[in-house]
């Protein structure tokens, strides 16, 4: 049986409340429709939970909705919401305006209940394509976990959340032992199910939000783990190697085993604004050398000044 989608949501900011009951009347049916009575309300709950497109009013006591909507695409994480303007305000000027601020759309009231619908139904469809190619953009093609891209932007994110909350980062390279050797063995073919095999052990062993397995290149990974101390992380990190282990893939041509392993190299530390995540990285990356050069099917980690 296939799985339904949940709804999309939709957010209307208007100060007037029979207008309010009206637009959610017309759309509850198909959307999960909140409502906000002003614009400060709407930030919060953009804030709170940020909905696939928001419909909203220009005039209102507080703030109007033109600084609702300079406020949101001023910000990475809401400028890409699609916003409809509902409006009394009919002007050439005005919708003028409306679309330079980065609105998707501009609807004059009196509104018609079957062009809100279509205008609605429209942009929450290319909002949602939108969002599927951002998430294949995102993805490696071979191994379907997170791509070098998506790496360098959580890893961006984390450094600086983890500087603001003084807590330690650890980042963690990890590489498939003897690989060349194991194409050479058994060919590409089995080489890239050798890689989504050990792609989706690494990934199995994370259970946190915040947490990233992505492929860096090659047959090498890197894992970020937030808010993880370096004790923390060699646990996680020797649970990952022997989730490979496990794997039990035949390996002929290693040095380290008879099956498939990786060795690990793992750096942690607080960020700081002396410091830098590509200096964190190549810590990562001296580890994972030290351990190869130790014989490999290991973990080695080393905490940051």
Not at 174 to 182: H, L, P
Request: charged share 25%; glycine share 6%; hydrophobic share 45%.
């Amino acid at each position: 049986m296939e799985m339904q989608s949940a709804p999309a949501t939709v957010l209307v900011v208007d100060d007037v409340p029979s207008n309010l009951s009206v637009l959610t009347d017309t759309l509850r049916a198909e959307y999960d429709v909140r409502i906000a009575a002003s614009g400060a309300q709407a930030l919060r709950l953009v804030d709170e939970n940020p909905p696939d497109l928001i419909l909203l009013d220009i005039v209102m006591p507080d703030m109007d909705g033109y600084e609702v909507c300079r406020r949101l695409k001023a910000r990475a994480v809401t400028r890409h919401i699609p916003i409809i303007f509902l409006t009394a305000k009919g002007d050439v000027a005005d919708e003028t305006l409306g679309l330079a601020l980065g609105a998707v759309d501009y609807i004059v009231k009196p509104v018609s209940v079957p062009i809100v619908q279509a205008r609605v139904r429209t942009h929450v469809e290319l909002k949602r394509r939108g969002d599927l190619l951002e998430t294949l953009s995102m993805r490696d093609g071979l191994t379907g976990i997170a791509n070098r891209r998506r790496f360098d932007d959580c890893l961006g994110r984390a450094w600086r959340q983890s500087m603001r909350s003084a807590t330690p980062l650890t980042l963690v390279m990890a590489d498939i032992d003897c690989f060349k050797a194991y194409n050479d063995t058994y060919g590409h073919m089995a080489g890239d199910e050798c890689l989504k095999a050990v792609a989706r052990a690494l990934a199995d062993v994370l259970n946190r939000p915040g947490d990233l397995a992505a492929r860096f290149g090659g047959e090498e990974f890197v894992i970020v783990l937030e808010d993880t101390d370096l004790v923390g992380a060699l646990h996680l990190t020797e649970a990952m190697r022997r989730a490979v282990e496990a794997l039990g893939l035949e390996h002929a041509g290693s040095t380290a085993s008879d099956v498939v392993t990786v060795t690990l190299g793992a750096a942690c530390a607080v960020p700081k604004a002396a410091s830098s995540p590509e200096a964190l990285l190549c810590l990562a990356d001296r580890k994972l050398y030290e351990a190869k050069q130790a014989g490999r099917n290991r973990v080695l980690g080393v905490q940051a000044p």
